[in-house]
T-cell receptor, first 114, second 111 residues
Framework: ETGVTQSPTHLIKTRGQQVTLRCSSQ?????VSWYQQALGQGPQFIFQ???????GRGNFPPRFSGLQFPNYSSELNVNALELDDSALYLC?????????????FGPGTRLLVL | RKEVEQDPGPFNVPEGATVAFNCTYSNSASQSFFWYRQDCRKEPKLLMS???SGNEDGRFTAQLNRASQYISLLIRDSKLSDSATYLCVVNKGGNFNKFYFGSGTKLNVKP
């Protein structure tokens, strides 16, 4: 497999709560990207972290935030959860070398907001 | 307009058939291109990168046409195990990296 792991695998929260999702990147990779995938849709880019800094962001509100740690693992935090935040959250790791990087995905976290 | 557009399908084909998927992208500055495969309730898995010269991996052939901003994937001799959703991915690259996925094209290969 890809060597990218995510936790937890499933999560149920209620509206207004906060959630933290975790991702461990593949060994040797320095970049982590986060995606949201709603049912029947392709993954939507949330943001990317490279060397512990945000390095690109999609059209997601500021209540979606992240961190990358010195070991290149990463967290996605979502505050004030809304029903529409229910989705599969995917993390992908890659080795940034100035272009053409290939992303490898973890198994995802399924979040249900009630 | 979406950054990446794909025909959602489903494409229902018999085993052994040849099937082609198309994808268009809106940003001419896009730098790299990929096809991913996603099985039901699983994560996307890289199928192949796409190069201007075209590339082939066994039964799979990918083509990129930068002038028309068009990417294609051809699958020959379809197998039952090819049944999945195929996602077209475009990377803008640059200092701020963004990856754009199409909504996917569903393929059902039937016996």
């Amino acid at each position: 497999e890809t060597g990218v792991t995510q936790s937890p695998t499933h999560l149920i929260k209620t509206r207004g709560q906060q959630v933290t999702l975790r991702c461990s990147s593949q060994s040797g990779h320095n970049t982590v990207s986060w995606y949201q995938q709603a049912l029947g849709q392709g993954p939507q880019f949330i943001f990317q972290y490279y060397r512990e800094e945000e390095n690109g962001r999609g059209n997601f509100p500021p209540r979606f935030s992240g961190l990358q740690f010195p070991n290149y693992s990463s967290e996605l935090n979502v505050n004030a959860l809304e029903l529409d935040d229910s989705a599969l959250y995917l993390c992908a790791s890659s080795l940034r070398r100035g272009g053409g990087e290939t992303q490898y995905f973890g198994p995802g976290t399924r979040l249900l907001v009630l | 307009r979406k950054e990446v557009e794909q025909d959602p399908g489903p494409f229902n084909v018999p085993e052994g058939a040849t099937v082609a998927f198309n994808c268009t992208y809106s940003n001419s500055a896009s730098q790299s291109f990929f096809w991913y495969r996603q099985d039901c309730r699983k994560e996307p898995k890289l199928l192949m990168s796409v190069y201007s010269s075209g590339n082939e991996d066994g039964r799979f052939t990918a083509q990129l046409n930068r002038a028309s901003q068009y990417i294609s994937l051809l699958i020959r001799d379809s197998k039952l195990s090819d049944s999945a959703t195929y996602l077209c991915v475009v990377n803008k690259g640059g200092n701020f990296n963004k990856f754009y996925f199409g909504s996917g094209t569903k393929l059902n290969v039937k016996p």
